[in-house]
């Protein structure tokens, strides 16, 4: 069982608002103040889009945010657009560092 | 402006070594600490270790222990990752990526990609 779970896929409509979520075990329940969200779009690198749960790197588009409650962690992303569609990962530490599955967002 | 380049593709046969680098341009190497990351076709992420680009320091995964070796040239500003006893499982894109030096787990600039192909 992976440490971190998230659905494999989600679908939204241009300019709603969506919420992916990454659900974690106990293993992480300590450092779960360090997740952070990657967007990957086909052929392409990740790219940091929220780090330490709610933390948005300069360049990010404020439609993107993060939180936590519990063991779940969530990326909110509102007025979705068609380039939001892509592969989202979350990630966080156990005993070392860990990626869920993976969440397909198709816009 | 700071740009992580990597080595290109590589094709090896099962049983040997591939070593890949993750040169930084534009910031001081030595500052931060690299990550390297795989991601198999068709599949998810998967974390491989870490190395703290100024002292050499590692990590790595439980997984891969003994089969990875990751080093640093501050000298060249470039991290290497080498692969031992490739199997054909081990066929990926492996990507490098640079920490911010003020928060853990935030990974800001990630290299290309090198694709990694294991077959006979």
């Known amino acids: 069982q992976s440490a971190l779970t998230q659905p494999a896929s989600v679908s939204g409509s241009p300019g709603q608002s969506i919420n992916l979520t990454c659900a974690g075990t106990?293993?992480?329940?300590?450092?779960?103040?360090?997740v952070s969200w990657y967007q990957q779009h086909p052929g392409q690198a990740p790219k940091l889009m929220i780090y330490e749960v709610n933390k948005r790197p300069s360049g990010v588009s404020n439609r993107f945010s993060g939180s936590k409650s519990g063991n779940t962690a969530s990326l909110t992303i509102s007025g979705l657009q068609a380039e939001d569609e892509a592969d989202y990962y979350c990630?966080?530490?156990?005993?070392?560092?860990?990626f869920g599955g993976g969440t397909k967002l198709t816009v | 402006q700071v740009q992580v380049v990597q080595s290109g593709a590589e094709v090896k046969k099962p049983g040997a070594s591939v070593k890949i680098s993750c040169k930084i341009v534009g910031n001081i190497f030595s500052n931060y600490a690299f990550q390297w990351v795989r991601q198999a076709p068709g599949q998810g992420l998967e974390w491989l270790g870490w190395?703290?680009?100024?002292?050499?320091?590692?990590k790595y995964s439980q997984k891969f222990q003994g089969r990875i070796t990751m080093t640093s040239d501050t000298s060249a500003s470039t991290a290497y990752m080498e692969v031992s006893s490739l199997r054909s499982e081990d066929t990926a894109v492996y990507y490098c990526?640079?920490?911010?030096?003020?928060?853990?787990?935030?990974?800001?600039?990630w290299g290309q990609g090198t694709p990694v192909t294991v077959s006979s």
């Open positions: 990526a640079k920490d911010r030096s003020d928060a853990a787990g935030a990974w800001d600039y």
């Open positions: 190395i703290n680009a100024g002292n050499g320091n590692t």
């Open positions: 990630c966080s530490y156990t005993s070392s560092w860990v």
């Open positions: 106990s293993s992480v329940a300590g450092s779960f103040h360090l």
